[in-house]
């Protein structure tokens, strides 16, 4: 579980906007926790798609344990992902933590301010993910997103039991 300062639970100290107010345990499958994530993510390795894998390191075999759990439902996150990505990335850019460049695609990078936030994260999760993040980048480096995505969608937990 992730352990949340104070300091951040208000998406940094940042004012909240267009958003719904939740209460403060409300963290798991918001735009809130895939900010946190990002963050991690691109702290460790530049690559959005590996948010999925690295969330199951042990089903795609770079970890002992999945960070969310074994459930036979892991697949269906999938298209829930996508939407609370893009709107986690765009708040992420608009509060300077994220940097964007247009390049024959979108190109994010983490900024200096985000690199701080986090360097300021020290739950046994942030710390295991980042593990998985580098694990998985060497695993899976020179691969597209779309290259990524079929690695997944053709990963042998990914067939639905009949």
Known sequence: MIELQKNIINTFG?????????????????????????????????NLALDFINCYANSFGIALENLHGNNDFMYGEMAGR??????????????????VKN?????????????????DFHSKYAKEYSKASKIS?????????EELLKEIQQHPNAKLKE
């Open 103 to 119: 390049d024959k695609g979108f190109y994010y990078k983490i900024t200096e301010h985000g690199m701080e936030i986090a360097n």
């Open 14 to 46: 940042m004012p909240q906007q267009d958003t719904m107010p939740r209460k403060s345990n409300e963290v798991f499958n918001t735009i809130f926790e895939m900010e946190l994530r990002v963050i991690l993510l691109l702290a460790s390795v530049p």
């Open 137 to 145: 980048v060497k695993k899976y480096s020179g691969k597209s997103d």
């Open 82 to 99: 996508r939407s609370l990505l893009t709107e986690a990335i765009k708040k992420l850019v608009r509060y300077g933590i994220l940097q």
